[in-house]
C-alpha cells in the first residue's frame, strides 16, 4: 500500500500552482482548517476552505485565465475542540478528497465552501493511514 512516505520528498517548487504531486502524477491542493483558532476561545470556528480559481504563475508570467489548477483537493480538518489536545495527534484529523472537477461542474465560480457545502458534494472521507490509497484510486 502507498504510504505518505512515498511521496516526493523534493523542495516544493515555489511557482507551481497546486501543493503536492502523488507517486502517478495527480496534482494536489491541500487545504486545511480547525474549529480552534488563535483569535478566539469563545466558540468553535465556522469551517471554510478557498477553493477560488487562479491564475497560475509558470515562473515567468499568469496565465490569462483563472482556473483551479490541480486535480483533487485534499480538506484536512482539525477536528479538536479543547486546547490540550496535540495537533500532530492524527486522530484529531479528518480528511475529505473531492476530485476537483466535481467542483468545476457543482461550483464552478465558487470562491469558498463551508464543511456543510463540501459534504453535500460528497467527497470521500479517509483517515491520514488510507488518504494515499483513496488519491491514487479515487476517478478525477
Known amino acids: 500500500s502507498l504510504k505518505p512516505e512515498s511521496y516526493n520528498r523534493k523542495m516544493r517548487v515555489n511557482w507551481l500552482p497546486f501543493d503536492v504531486t502523488s507517486p502517478?502524477?495527480?496534482?494536489?491542493e491541500v487545504k486545511s482548517a480547525?474549529?480552534?483558532?488563535?483569535?478566539?476561545?469563545?466558540?468553535?470556528?465556522?469551517?471554510?476552505?478557498d477553493i477560488a480559481p487562479k491564475l497560475a504563475w509558470d515562473g515567468k508570467s499568469y496565465a490569462t485565465e483563472a482556473k483551479r489548477n490541480c486535480d483533487l483537493f485534499v480538506f484536512c480538518l482539525y477536528t479538536a475542540l479543547t486546547r490540550d489536545k496535540f495537533?500532530?495527534?492524527?486522530?484529531?484529523?479528518e480528511f475529505y478528497v473531492l476530485p476537483t472537477?466535481?467542483?468545476?461542474?457543482r461550483v464552478p465560480n465558487q470562491k469558498t465552501i463551508s464543511l456543510s457545502s463540501l459534504l453535500k458534494l460528497e467527497p470521500i472521507k479517509t483517515?491520514?493511514?488510507?488518504?494515499?490509497?483513496?488519491?491514487?484510486?479515487?476517478k478525477i
Open 24 to 28: 502517478s502524477g495527480r496534482r494536489i
Open 101 to 105: 472537477s466535481v467542483l468545476n461542474n
Open 87 to 93: 495537533i500532530l495527534d492524527l486522530d484529531y484529523w
Open 34 to 49: 480547525a474549529y480552534l483558532q488563535s483569535w478566539t476561545t469563545d466558540f468553535p470556528a465556522q469551517i471554510q476552505y
Open 127 to 138: 483517515d491520514y493511514a488510507g488518504l494515499c490509497t483513496i488519491i491514487e484510486s479515487i
